[in-house]
Nanobody, 125 residues
Framework: QVQLVESGGGLVQAGGSQRLSCAAS????????IAWFRQAPGKEREFVGR?????????FYADSVKGRFTISRDNAKNTVYLQMNSLKPEDTAVYYC?????????????????WGQGTQVTVSS
């Protein structure tokens, strides 16, 4: 079992920055993926970005956030971060982190095994 707890959401003005955290606990894996998804009201959950570990790290981002969002990891804290810059009102959503027990998962939310509870990010114009 893996437990994920997100934090860091809140209200931010357009053009501003915010950092979300996803703290993981429980079973450890030598290869894994942690992704961020988001869901706006009335919309389907969408892929934001992914961090994978397979002896080396790799990241991938959705086109909508590429160049603005960055995923990083702090091993000592078992935490993955989503740094969001140049925020836009259309970034408003509940943001979720998800854990895949294999590193080769990608954008499909159903490939991920564990989910956090979500944290609300609201970007005002």
């Amino acid at each position: 079992q893996v437990q994920l707890v997100e934090s860091g959401g809140g209200l931010v003005q357009a053009g501003g920055s915010q950092r979300l955290s996803c703290a993981a606990s429980g079973r450890t894996f030598s290869r894994y993926a942690i992704a961020w998804f988001r869901q706006a009201p009335g919309k389907e959950r969408e892929f934001v970005g992914r961090f994978t570990w397979n002896g080396a790290s790799d990241t991938f981002y959705a086109d909508s956030v590429k160049g603005r969002f960055t995923i990083s990891r702090d091993n000592a804290k078992n935490t993955v971060y989503l740094q969001m810059n140049s925020l836009k009102p259309e970034d408003t959503a509940v943001y979720y982190c998800a854990f895949g027990t294999t590193y080769n998962v990608f954008k499909n939310q159903y490939e991920y095994d564990y989910w956090g509870q979500g944290t609300q990010v609201t970007v005002s114009s």
